[in-house]
């Protein structure tokens, strides 16, 4: 297994993302399901670089972020995440979204509740952090998606879906990031 550790300073691909800040529009009226502009791409991004003094972050930043998974991420997020994980090359995506939120629950619902949104959004920023640290898609995927010694030969990103399997994912991430041993 050969895997290509470029540190985020040093991708041309990190410095060509400028991306605004993740905004949620809410349509007024009976449709409140349909959320025009949304991306969890871009939100769990912005997370990811609120969260961290080393990226600038602010506390405004992901106060913005935890409003917008209390009022309700639209339910598009977990296909927008089925998609990410598909392009990482994640087998069963659609079962691995199940888990978080039924299809059922999907159909009959447009808007997540607080806890189906921080799970959709907690493994969405671990798949944005992957990406900010390597650089690129195909390095964050290789190591998402590949079992590890040090997490108990887990695949990351299946480890991602709870908060502390989360933690641990991040954990390593950072630690490679910065050249600290794992």
Not at 112 to 138: N, P, Q, S
């Amino acid at each position: 297994m050969n895997i290509d550790y470029v540190h985020m300073n040093e991708s041309p691909e990190y410095h060509a993302r400028a991306e605004p800040p993740a905004e949620v529009d809410k349509p007024a009226g009976s449709d409140a399901g349909a959320c025009r502009g949304f991306s969890l791409a871009r939100l769990a991004s912005q997370m990811v670089r609120e969260a961290s003094p080393a990226y600038g972050g602010s506390l405004s930043g992901l106060d913005r972020v935890r409003k917008s998974v209390e009022d309700g991420l639209p339910a598009e997020a977990v296909k927008e995440l089925q998609t990410q994980l598909k392009r990482l090359g994640v087998r069963r995506a659609s079962e691995f979204v199940n888990k978080i939120v039924s299809r059922a629950t999907l159909r009959r619902r447009d808007r997540l509740t607080r806890e189906e949104g921080e799970a959709v959004l907690r493994v969405a920023a671990v798949i944005a952090l992957a990406k900010d640290v390597w650089g690129f898609e195909r390095g964050a995927a290789q190591f998402l998606t590949t079992p590890h010694m040090l997490l108990g030969n887990e695949v990351p990103i299946e480890l991602a879906r709870s908060d502390v399997g989360a933690r641990q994912v991040e954990y390593m991430i950072h630690a490679l990031d910065h050249g600290l041993p794992v």
